[in-house]
């Protein structure tokens, strides 16, 4: 019953939770009769443990010994034919050669990553260790932005009554978007916008994007995405109308590919339809380390802020672009949530990497506090007030002595 198109959101897990209850209502109440699931988990809050909980017995049947760790997970619900059998000598070793020996199941484990594997093959969903995932939606502001301006300042929380229920939230277990708990001060213009851009490189690679604007030490994201026709006309146009559509200051693109051939290729397009300036960024750090070292404390201390609609359009929009079983792994907001320090636990990065090369070149401004500027123009305005009322006098405004 669990699939990977089913389970993506919060909201359908839910639904599917409450959907195989009517097996229950249906079923002939014969002491033969039995419901069984026969499946693997796609999740970290996989149905498969509920069922658990609903008085259903469970067995595993792994592709591998498990470890000592994985053993107390599993309890007395191991197959017996792989628990009696179990010695410290097999941890690791295929339980069954002739489907999946060791060589497959490397190569398995390197295209699903630690955690898919895991799941798939070891059908292991224990999430003891939260800390490993340290970016979490529910620090996210969420609010339906203005592609012109912005609150002065934003202040987070995260009370029941501020959730979004109406977003897909493809976070873990308990994680949600928020809005914020109050805006203060007036509207005002963003101080700049930029655009990232990380080529496709190999393989199933996207090229990704990420437009974001800044104000009072916060980064707003207005709009974020990926391409899977790497370098075609098609790609190189609607970046240059997504550009052109937020009145973007400067477009980084990330070098690492090609040399600059991206750039080369994308001036063309700015030139005919949206002059631009460009910025070439080398990122020369493992690049899991290096998002989690840009965006871990920005997203901690609730300093980007997304609009509504991206959220939304990265959910529906990768699902239209990718077939359900793989659609998730694409998306910008499942990469923040399965993150992982010091693993490349992702199989599909490109989105957050293109998030972390714009948040990392705001850094620079951040130690502006959005307290302060806050603070900076309402004594702005009410100079601008004074000298209205007193007018000017003298240059070195004696007025203020006063």
């Not at 080529?199 to 994007?209: A, F, H, I, Q, R």
Request: hydrophobic content about 30%; charged content about 25%; proline content about 4%.
């Amino acid at each position: 019953v669990e699939t990977s198109g089913d389970t993506q959101t919060q909201f359908k897990r839910d639904k599917l939770s409450e959907s195989i209850k009517e097996f229950e209502a249906i079923i002939k109440p014969k002491e033969d009769s039995r419901i069984v699931f026969l499946g693997t988990p796609q999740v970290e809050q996989s149905i498969y443990n509920k069922l658990q909980e609903r008085g259903y017995k469970i067995r595993y049947w792994t592709a591998r010994y498990p470890s000592e760790k994985q053993l107390k997970s599993y309890g007395s619900n191991l197959a017996p034919v792989i628990a009696n059998t179990w010695e410290h000598e097999l941890v690791g070793k295929a339980t069954d050669p002739q489907r999946f020996d060791e060589k497959d199941l490397l190569e398995r484990e390197a295209s699903y990553g630690r955690i898919g594997f895991n799941m798939q093959f070891q059908l292991d969903t224990t999430l003891s260790d939260l800390d490993r995932y340290p970016l979490k939606l529910k620090d996210l502001v969420v609010l339906n932005l203005n592609p012109t301006n912005a609150p002065e300042k934003v202040v987070w929380a995260s009370s029941p009554e501020l959730q979004w229920n109406d977003l897909p939230n493809v976070g873990l277990q308990g994680d949600a978007y928020f809005r914020p708990m109050q805006t203060q001060g007036d509207w005002i213009d963003y101080t700049g916008c930029v655009m990232s851009i990380d080529p496709s490189g190999k393989g199933k690679d996207e090229t990704s994007y990420c437009v974001t604007k800044f104000l009072n030490g916060n980064i707003f994201i207005l709009d974020a995405g990926g391409f899977s026709a790497g370098y075609t006309e098609h790609v190189l146009s609607k970046l240059t109308q997504i550009a052109k559509k937020n009145k973007v200051n400067k477009i980084l693109i990330e070098e690492n590919f090609g040399q600059g051939m991206f750039e080369a290729l994308l001036q063309p397009y700015l030139k005919k339809e949206y002059k631009c300036t460009t910025e070439l960024v080398r990122q020369t750090t493992n690049k899991h380390r290096r998002i989690l070292d840009t965006l871990e404390p920005l997203i901690s201390q609730h300093r980007i802020i997304v609009d509504a609609n991206v959220i939304k359009n990265d959910y529906e929009g990768t699902n239209e672009l990718y077939p359900p079983e793989q659609a998730l792994k694409y998306q910008l907001f499942y990469q923040i949530s399965r993150l992982q320090k010091g693993a490349n636990t992702l199989a599909q990065d490109d989105r957050i990497d293109a998030m972390q090369i714009a948040c990392q070149y705001w850094q620079k401004q951040l130690a502006k506090d959005q307290d302060q500027a806050y603070r900076d123009r309402k004594d702005d305005m009410l100079n601008a007030e004074l000298e209205k009322y007193y007018g000017t006098g003298n240059n070195d405004n004696s007025w203020i002595k006063l």
